[in-house]
């Protein structure tokens, strides 16, 4: 018997509601913790302003990637990504991010703890979708650039504060 393939148009099942919604969870601490990186280089001063303020800009080009990346595989799996910010912020349970113009250890402390959060969400993510390679490989991938991010963002405290 030959396996039926869906036809162009039909969108193929989604895996279930919950895994669709950690997914959006997802999607949507990667699209706060874009906006949350570059507002901390816009504001971050003092003597290791350059360091820092240089070390964050890729982290924000690597995070939009992941994003998009999220975004079109809930699109491919029959989900609808929303990336809308009214939607980001009514679901977002955490804290706003507490620092304005604030110093480097400052900043890259609070930093510390939004990637803590991230990484460890992404992790229970992609354990959620361990019936789905595809997304299951994508979730773990993006962990190990956002577990490399985190460990920047210590080694530098560490530096600041050697
Ligand atoms: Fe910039």
Same mark, same amino acid.
């Given at each position: 018997? +030959?396996?039926?393939?869906?036809? !162009? *148009?039909?969108? /193929?099942? /989604?895996?279930?509601?919950?895994?669709?919604?950690?997914? %959006?969870? %997802?999607?949507?601490? @990667?699209?706060? &913790?874009?906006?949350?990186?570059?507002?901390?280089?816009?504001?971050?001063? *003092? /003597?290791?302003?350059? +360091? +820092?303020?240089?070390?964050?800009? !890729?982290?924000?080009?690597?995070?939009?990637?992941?994003?998009?990346?999220?975004?079109?595989?809930?699109?491919?799996?029959?989900?609808?990504?929303?990336?809308?910010?009214?939607?980001? @912020?009514?679901?977002? !349970?955490?804290?706003?991010? /507490? @620092?304005?113009?604030?110093?480097?250890?400052?900043? @890259?402390?609070? &930093?510390?703890?939004?990637?803590?959060?991230? $990484? &460890?969400?992404?992790? =229970?993510?992609?354990?959620?979708?361990?019936?789905? !390679?595809?997304?299951?490989?994508?979730?773990?991938?993006?962990?190990?650039? &956002?577990?490399?991010?985190?460990?920047?963002?210590? $080694?530098?405290?560490?530096?600041?504060? =050697?």
């Amino acid at each position: 018997m +030959t396996a039926r393939t869906a036809s !162009p *148009g039909e969108k /193929p099942a /989604p895996s279930s509601i919950g895994d669709m919604s950690a997914l %959006q969870g %997802q999607l949507d601490q @990667l699209n706060d &913790l874009a906006l949350t990186l570059k507002h901390a280089h816009w504001n971050v001063t *003092g /003597p290791h302003f350059f +360091t +820092t303020h240089t070390m964050i800009d !890729p982290q924000v080009d690597a995070v939009r990637d992941m994003v998009d990346a999220i975004a079109e595989r809930m699109a491919t799996i029959g989900g609808s990504p929303d990336g809308r910010a009214a939607g980001i @912020l009514q679901r977002r !349970p955490h804290d706003e991010y /507490p @620092l304005g113009r604030a110093d480097a250890l400052q900043h @890259l402390s609070a &930093l510390h703890e939004v990637y803590a959060r991230v $990484v &460890l969400d992404h992790r =229970a993510a992609a354990r959620m979708f361990e019936g789905d !390679p595809v997304t299951h490989d994508l979730l773990t991938a993006q962990s190990a650039d &956002l577990e490399k991010f985190h460990w920047f963002i210590a $080694v530098h405290v560490q530096s600041i504060q =050697a």
